[in-house]
């Protein structure tokens, strides 16, 4: 595949060709059909339960499920995923246990953060994809320091950097994207423009194109229709085999949109005319994708269906699982920094459970630490 092949669009909203096919296995059509339906039955189910007090925060996936989808699947195991808030969909497909994921969304006992970070701040060690921070902005400069050390160490792993439109503000992304064009590092940096950062929409952050930004640093840009998933999955993996093979970043500016708020604590009515909801929930990624499947029979008649039959049994069984685990343990509060808790954080965290005891809601085998 060379760059040549790149085109903004493959598909149109009824799900019909409308650029060159792009004659992909039919298993991997499927898959990837069945990667974004995990992706939006994930995120209805997680964001009823912070509807309902069960979980805390929430950033939603839904309208973005071929974007997550179709770039993070031409990426190989050995790439790494730079989270900016709504991966976890696409980590999912790459190796993230759901399990981990949803104790991650209670900060449980399960929790691989240990309760340490905010839920749907998630992360996977054996998947390459970081913690990532609510700082926008952060992670790109980020991955482009661990792109740099695996261009040293003589290894040809691609750091795959996702950010919102709104990131391209922020002093991470000029930084990030300059040095990335002038260390020539293995970055492909994938900018999901959903229209609006936070209630700020693009009209007021930038008179330039977001993929003018990119050729400004001097590395290839290119945008496509982030609602299409082959599109998305084609332009990625072109950048991302160029960039392994030259040692050259490039920007892929997937142009998308977020159907509900910012995040759960969000209320985009107040920024955002329903009209314009209305005219994208009209190129409902799913709902296109599946046409097409439909028109080349690998997706049957009932099947999709089925297939969110099957996944929401899956997620709601773990929900019960991770529901019923024990919460985090206090002492983890004073854990893991040190070999061996010292003297003065024993001293505070007794004090602290002496309190937590006195009022009742120290729970048991939380108690103090033998000075």
Known sequence: MTNAAISPRILDAEGKLCGADPELDKGLLRELFVHMMRVRCVDQRMLKLQRAGRVGFVGSMLGLEAAMIGSAAALEGRDWMWSGLREGGAALMRGLPLSEYIAQMYCNSNDTAKGRQMCNHLQHAASHYPSWSSVIGTQITHGVGAALAAKRRGLDEVH?????????????????????????????????????????????????????????????????????????????????????????????????????????????????????????????????????????????????????????????????????????????????VYAEVPRHLRRQYNAFIEVAERHGEARPGDGAFPL
């Not at 001097?218 to 991302?240: C, F, I, P, R, W």
């Not at 604590?265 to 955002?272: K, N």
């Open 160 to 336: 795959a950097v996702y950010f919102g439109d709104g990131a391209t503000s922020s002093n991470g992304f000029h930084s990030g994207l300059n040095f990335a064009a002038v260390w020539k590092v293995r970055c492909v940096f994938l900018c999901v423009d959903n229209g609006w950062a936070i209630s700020v929409p693009s009209k007021a952050q930038t008179a330039a194109p977001y993929v003018d930004k990119g050729k400004a640093y001097g590395m290839l840009a290119h945008e496509v229709d982030g609602n299409d998933v082959l599109a998305t999955y084609q332009a990625t993996k072109s950048l991302v085999e160029r960039a392994r093979a030259e040692s050259e970043p490039a920007l892929l500016v997937l142009k998308t949109y977020r159907m509900l708020g910012h995040s759960s604590s969000d209320d985009p009515s107040l920024y955002r005319d329903q009209a314009e909801v209305d005219e994208w929930a009209a190129r409902d990624p799913i709902k296109r994708y599946a046409g097409y499947l439909t028109g080349l029979g690998v997706l049957g008649a009932g099947e999709q269906e089925e297939i969110e039959a099957k996944l929401l049994e899956e997620i709601d069984d773990e929900i019960r699982t991770q529901e019923a685990a024990d919460p985090m343990a206090l002492k983890t509060l004073v854990e893991d």
